[in-house]
């Protein structure tokens, strides 16, 4: 079965923020991968991202992402 999701996409405040939860609370790893979030309410997005490393999820940089994705033997996009 699914054991980690990267997240990504818009609004970090809302529907990362959610869908990374629920992805714990279904005993999967959430992986929001910082650089490839955003919001429309920028004073919102370092909150949104520390409320996430701090409950329930791990945040990291594209960077981390791509050379993570490269060990496993999955080429870049």
Do not use: F
């Amino acid at each position: 079965g699914v054991r980690t999701v990267l997240v990504v996409g818009v609004l970090t405040n809302q529907c990362v923020a959610a869908t990374s939860k629920d992805a714990y609370y279904r005993d999967i790893k959430p992986i929001v991968v910082e650089e490839a979030t955003g919001t429309t309410l920028p004073h919102l997005h370092a909150p949104a991202i520390e409320m996430i490393q701090v409950g329930w999820g791990a945040v990291h940089s594209l960077t981390e992402t791509l050379t993570n994705l490269e060990e496993l033997g999955i080429p870049n996009c």
